[in-house]
Each structure stands twice: as structure tokens, then as C-alpha cells.
């Protein structure tokens, strides 16, 4: 029996909606790369990018538990000494709800050339609103 790879026009993506309010973010990170990559698929092969897009709302009101909101940081260096920021999740949430998600969905996923085109296809959205509901986005429970 040979082993079954998939060609890269033989991909098919479907879109897939998740509520952030319903499970802690770690959890939610896992769903979202499982979906990105397309491990979830019968039809998985490592150095095809075979994934689906995933829309993630209701971002503001992210899940996180124990001390998080406080005590986990997020870090960015401007290159110049002394440029380092640091900001609490807290922080991070309520100036920009996306970019929590999408740094743990990136530490999530593997480091290759596929990563960016994977992290693409993720669509935050701060509230229940979208703008993808022509493309009839399953939903996640």
C-alpha cells in the first residue's frame, strides 16, 4: 500500500467560526492551529499547506485563568538600548484584542516557510460581528 500525498491543486479550504468567550485561550490557540494547519483532515501531508480559515470572534472578551490578565507579559525591543516595552495581557486586550490570539496561535504553529500563509488565513474580530458571512463559516463548539 502506497503512502497517500497530496498535491498542492487537490487542496480544498472550508472556513470555520470560533467564539474566544467559550474556552481559555490556550485551548482556543490549539483548536485554531490544528484547523490552520489541517491536521484535523484525512488528507494531511506536511509540506502541503492544506488548512482552512479560521474566523475567531468576540476577541475582547477573551478566557484566561488564574492570574493571567496581570502577571503574563508580552515583550517588544525597538533595537535601540534600553528599547525594550512590556505590556500585560490586560494591556494587550484592550488595545488590540487580535494580537493575544495571534501570538499564541504563531507559538503554536511550526516555524517554516509555511507559518505566515497559515497565520494569514486566521481572521480576529473584537465583537460578535464579522465580515465573513458570505462564506458560511462553520461554527466550533
Do not use: C
Amino acid at each position: 500500500m502506497k503512502t497517500y500525498s497530496q498535491k498542492g491543486s487537490e487542496v480544498k479550504r472550508e472556513w470555520w467560526l470560533i467564539d474566544a468567550s467559550s474556552m481559555p485561550l490556550g485551548k482556543l490557540a490549539v483548536v485554531i492551529a490544528d484547523k490552520l494547519m489541517g491536521k484535523s483532515k484525512v488528507t494531511y501531508t506536511p509540506h502541503i499547506d492544506n488548512g482552512d480559515y479560521v474566523v475567531v470572534i468576540n476577541a475582547k472578551d477573551l478566557v484566561v485563568t488564574g492570574d493571567k490578565m496581570t502577571q503574563k507579559k508580552y515583550y517588544r525591543h525597538s533595537g535601540f538600548p534600553g528599547g525594550i516595552k512590556e505590556l500585560s495581557l490586560e494591556e494587550v486586550i484592550s488595545k488590540d484584542p487580535s494580537r493575544a490570539i495571534a501570538e499564541a496561535v504563531k507559538g503554536m504553529m511550526p516555524k517554516n516557510k509555511l507559518a505566515a500563509d497559515r497565520l494569514a488565513r486566521l481572521k480576529v474580530f473584537p465583537g460578535a460581528e464579522h465580515a465573513h458571512t458570505a462564506q458560511n463559516p462553520k461554527e466550533i463548539k
